[in-house]
Nanobody
């Protein structure tokens, strides 16, 4: 079971850190991704990392601003979001699955397990 937290309301230029915690299986053999969905928009990939070999990908829109990190002992993945923009406003979800190839890491249909969303609101 995945649980996402850490959302909130910030002004443009601010930072937030999202947390994705697994209370079930260890994430060591999983790919864990972050996705977001703005009102009226489709769910889009933000970033993902494959835990076993640390392969990580970021959406172009967040490169240089967002960073994934993880704590294996806590079975938790983080998404540090800096220099936030109003366009980053969305509900953010974390998701996990095993056996995802690198080219499919940004595809939400590749993921079997999803946490509840956490809302991020960035005001200008």
């Amino acid at each position: 079971q995945l649980q996402a937290s850490g959302g909130g309301a910030v002004q443009a230029g601010g930072s937030l850190r999202l947390t994705c915690a697994s209370s079930g299986s260890t994430l060591r053999s999983y790919t864990v991704g972050w996705f977001r969905q703005a009102p009226g928009e489709e769910r889009e990939s933000v970033a993902a990392t494959r835990w076993r070999d640390s392969i990580t990908s970021y959406a172009e829109s967040v490169k240089g601003r967002f960073t994934i990190s993880r704590d294996s002992l806590k079975n938790t993945q983080y998404l540090q979001m800096n220099s936030l923009k109003p366009d980053d406003t969305a509900v953010y979800y974390c998701a996990a699955s095993q056996g995802i190839i690198v080219s499919s890491m940004s595809n939400p249909t590749s993921y079997h397990y999803w946490g509840q969303g956490t809302l991020v609101t960035v005001s200008s």
